[in-house]
C-alpha cells in the first residue's frame, strides 16, 4: 500500500518513512487515519508522490508513441467493416453439409466439320432435339427439348471433345415438360462436341459437404502433429532435464558445466518461435506435416525440459536422502526416491504442452508446416468465407474439447 | 574382530560447511555394542550433521569414522553402499515417499542388497516381501501396506520408517530427531519401538532428542553437543541443573514430557 515518497519531497518523504514502519506489522488503515497529532505523519497519498507522477508522465509517452508506431487507426475498424462482413455473415453459414440434386440429363452429339452420328429415338425420357447436328463455330441452333420434370429451370452446356463444360443459356421447361431455346455455338478446338441439358427435379439427403471432410481430414492431421511433436519432446526432455537439475547435477562431476550447458541450450531453443523452426525445417525436410512434427518437437524438448528441470529441482530431498542411507545405488536413488515425486508433475507439464501444440498446430500450416492451417490460409486467400469458416469452427471446437479433456486429466493425476 | 573393540569409534570429527558454518568441531566418542546413546543439544548444535557424517550422507572435513573397525570415511564408493546397508537411519520428517505405497517404502530399504536389475522394476523377491509384511506388522501398520504412504498419521509414518530401516538388518540405527515432528503424545509410543530393538534385537541406537527427559528415560548414555563440541558425556542421572543450564543456555528451562 505504502509508497515511499521519491527525492522530491526529502521532508515529507522523512516523515512518510517514519509513519510507515510501525505500520508495517499490517495495521495500516488504522495508522492512516490517527486524529490530532498524528496528522502530521502521514505517509504522502501515492498520486502526489514524485514518482507516481514521473511514473505517469513516462508511461504516457510510451503509449502515444506505441500508438503512432503500430498506427493504430480506429477508423479503419468502420471502413473495412464492409469487406468483413461476408466472413462474419459466412460465420453464421459454414459449408458443413450438403445435398445432392437429382439431375435429369439429356445430351445431343453436335460435329464440328463432319457428319453427326443419329440423333436417338425418343423414348419418353429427356431429349433434345437441334436443328441442325454439326457445323462449326458461330452456328445458330435451336434446341428443343422434351421428357423433362414439369415448370423446373435448367441449364443448357456445351461440352468439348475433352469433356469440359461451358454454360450456354438457362431455360424453363413449361407444364409438359418441354423448353426451346437458340444457343450459339461456341469457338471450341476439337470436333465432337454435345450440347447437355440439365434439370434439377430435387434433392437427395442431407450429407457432409466435401470442405467439411477435407477440413476434417487436415484437423485429425493436425491433432496427430500435435501429438507426433509432443511425443518427440517428452522422449528427448525426460533424459535431458535430469542434467538440467541443479540438485542432481551437483553430484556429478563437472555437474555445474552440464547444468549450465543444458539451460542454456533449453533457454536459446525455447527463444525460437516453432514458427520459425518450421520455416527452417520445411527447407530441410520439405513442406508439410512432417517439418511440423519437428518444428513443434524441438520447441517443445526445450519447453518440456525447462519445466522438467524446475519439476525436479523442486522435489523434497528428504526421501533421497532416506533412500541413499540404505545403500542403494545412484540410479535406484533416481528410481525410488526421485522418480515417484516427478511423475504427476511430469504428466502435467506434458498434457499442458499437448495442448498448446495443438493450439500451435493449427497455424503452422501457414508455413508450410501441415496440418489445418493450410487449407484455411488458402480458403482466405481465395476469399472462400463459407469453407473458411468451416476451417475456423473446427478449430475453435477440436482445440476448446482437447483443452476442456487435458483439464480434466491434469485435475485427476496431480 | 576384538571383543573390546567398540562398535563405533569417532575421531577428531570436524565439519565445515561449504559457506563457511563450522557444524563440529573436533568430536571424538566411542559407541560400545548395544548402547543406546542419546545425543542432545539445541537445534544447530551439530546433532544431525554428527549423525550424516556417520553414513557420510554428509562428508566430514576431517577425522575418521570407524564402523566394527571398518574406516567409513575413508571407504570407497562400493564399500560405502556396503557399510550404508549396515546402518540404519531415521528421520525428522520421515522422508517417505509420500505418493508411493507403504509397502513400496519398505522395501526401498532392502536396495541395498536386491539385485539392482530387479528393483528398478519394482520387483522384490518373495521372501524380501514377505520380510517387509513382518516387520510392518511388527510396528503394527500391516493393514496399510498397500496404501499410499501420504495417507497415514505422522506417527504411523514414523513407524513405517522404522520398518525401512528394519529391513536393513541393521547393526546400528541413526535416529535423527524421530519424535520432533509428531504429537508429544506420541514420543513414547516410537521410541519404546527403538527401545525394544535395542534391547530384543541388540541394534546399538544413536538417537538425536529434543527433550530432556526423553532423553533420560530412554538413553543408556547421554552426550551433550553445544556449537558443535561435545560439552557432555555420561550417565543420564549425571545431568544436574548446572549442566543443564551449561548445555542449553542460562534462559533454559527444562520442559517435561510424560
Avoid at chain 1, 443459356?169 to 437458340?182: I, P
Wanted: glycine letters at 10%; charged letters at 15%.
Amino acid at each position: 500500500m505504502s509508497v515511499s515518497p521519491g527525492s522530491g519531497a526529502p521532508a515529507a518523504g522523512r516523515r512518510g518513512r517514519g509513519a510507515v514502519a510501525p505500520s508495517a506489522g499490517g495495521s495500516a488503515p488504522a495508522a492512516g487515519r490517527p486524529a490530532g497529532g498524528a496528522r502530521s505523519a502521514l505517509p504522502v497519498p501515492w498520486y502526489r508522490s514524485w514518482r507516481a507522477f514521473s511514473g505517469l508522465v513516462l508511461a504516457a509517452a510510451v503509449y502515444i508513441y506505441g500508438w503512432h508506431v503500430t498506427q493504430i487507426h480506429l477508423s479503419e475498424l468502420w471502413r473495412g467493416a464492409r469487406l468483413i462482413r461476408p466472413f462474419v455473415v459466412a460465420l453464421a453459414t459454414p459449408d458443413v453439409v450438403t445435398r445432392t440434386a437429382v439431375v435429369q440429363q439429356a445430351v445431343a452429339p453436335y460435329e464440328y466439320g463432319g457428319a453427326a452420328p443419329p440423333a436417338a429415338a425418343p423414348t419418353g425420357a429427356p431429349a433434345l432435339r437441334l436443328s441442325r447436328t454439326s457445323g462449326g463455330s458461330g452456328d445458330r441452333v435451336t434446341v428443343q427439348g422434351e421428357g423433362f420434370g414439369a415448370n423446373r429451370g435448367g441449364t443448357l452446356w456445351w461440352e468439348n471433345q475433352i469433356g469440359q463444360r461451358q454454360p450456354l443459356t438457362e431455360f424453363r421447361t413449361d407444364a409438359l415438360g418441354r423448353f426451346g431455346a437458340t444457343i450459339m455455338t461456341p469457338d471450341v478446338q476439337g470436333t465432337r462436341n454435345e450440347i447437355v441439358a440439365e434439370v434439377v427435379t430435387g434433392y437427395g439427403p442431407l450429407r457432409l459437404s466435401q470442405t467439411f471432410l477435407v477440413v476434417l481430414d487436415r484437423m485429425v492431421e493436425t491433432v496427430f502433429l500435435a501429438l507426433m511433436g509432443t511425443t518427440m519432446g517428452v522422449v528427448f526432455a525426460v533424459p535431458l532435464s535430469f542434467l538440467g537439475a541443479r540438485n542432481l547435477t551437483s553430484h556429478l562431476p563437472a555437474g555445474g558445466a552440464v547444468y549450465a550447458v543444458t539451460r542454456a541450450l533449453f533457454n536459446l531453443t525455447r527463444s525460437i518461435e516453432a514458427l520459425v523452426l518450421a520455416i527452417i525445417f520445411t527447407v530441410w525436410v520439405g513442406l508439410g506435416p512432417f517439418a511440423g512434427v519437428l518444428a513443434l518437437g524441438v520447441h517443445s524438448i526445450a519447453s518440456l525440459g525447462k519445466l522438467y528441470s524446475e519439476a525436479i529441482e523442486s522435489i523434497d530431498t528428504g526421501p533421497i536422502e532416506a533412500i541413499m542411507a540404505t545403500g542403494a545405488s545412484a540410479l535406484q536413488v533416481i528410481r525410488y526416491a526421485v522418480v515417484p515425486q516427478i511423475v504427476p508433475q511430469f504428466i502435467a507439464f506434458t498434457i499442458y504442452r499437448w495442448d498448446i501444440n495443438v493450439r500451435f498446430s493449427t497455424v503452422i500450416g501457414f508455413v508450410g508446416g501441415g496440418g489445418i492451417g493450410f487449407v484455411l490460409q488458402q480458403y482466405i486467400n481465395l476469399l472462400q468465407w463459407p469453407q473458411a469458416a468451416t476451417a475456423l469452427w473446427m478449430i475453435a471446437l477440436v482445440v476448446a474439447a482437447l483443452d476442456y479433456a487435458s483439464a480434466v486429466v491434469r485435475e485427476r493425476v496431480v | 574382530m576384538r571383543g573390546s573393540e567398540p562398535l563405533l569409534r569417532i575421531e577428531h570429527l570436524t565439519k565445515i560447511y561449504d559457506d563457511g558454518t563450522r557444524a563440529l568441531t573436533d568430536v571424538s566418542f566411542e559407541v560400545a555394542r548395544g548402547e543406546f546413546l542419546v545425543i542432545i543439544g539445541l537445534s544447530g548444535s551439530g546433532k544431525s550433521t554428527l549423525l550424516r557424517c556417520i553414513n557420510r550422507l554428509v562428508e566430514a572435513t576431517s577425522g575418521r569414522v570407524v564402523l566394527d573397525g571398518r574406516d567409513v570415511t575413508a571407504a570407497s564408493r562400493d564399500e560405502l553402499r556396503e557399510i550404508r546397508r549396515g546402518i540404519g537411519m531415521i528421520f525428522q520428517q520421515f522422508n517417505l515417499v509420500r505418493r508411493a505405497s507403504v509397502l513400496t517404502n519398505v522395501l526401498a530399504g532392502r536396495l541395498g542388497y536386491v539385485a539392482p536389475a530387479w528393483a528398478l522394476a519394482n520387483y522384490f523377491p518373495a521372501p524380501v516381501v514377505a520380510q517387509a509384511m513382518r516387520n510392518l506388522e511388527r510396528v503394527g501398520i500391516s493393514g496399510k501396506a498397500f496404501g499410499r504412504a501420504s495417507a497415514l498419521s505422522g506417527g504411523q509414518q514414523q513407524r513405517v520408517g522404522i520398518a525401512r530401516a528394519l529391513m536393513q538388518e541393521p547393526r546400528v540405527i541413526l535416529a535423527d530427531e524421530p519424535v520432533a515432528s509428531l504429537d508429544p503424545a506420541l514420543s513414547h509410543s516410537i521410541l519404546k519401538y527403538l527401545e525394544e530393538l535395542n534391547r530384543n534385537d541388540g541394534i546399538t541406537v544413536l538417537c538425536c532428542l529434543h527433550f530432556l527427559s526423553l532423553a533420560r528415560r530412554y538413553g543408556t548414555r547421554i552426550l551433550a553437543l553445544k556449537d558443535g563440541r561435545i560439552v557432555f558425556e555420561g550417565h543420564p542421572g549425571d545431568i544436574d541443573e548446572a549442566r543443564f543450564h551449561e548445555i542449553y543456555g542460562e534462559q533454559a528451562e527444562e520442559v517435561e514430557i510424560t
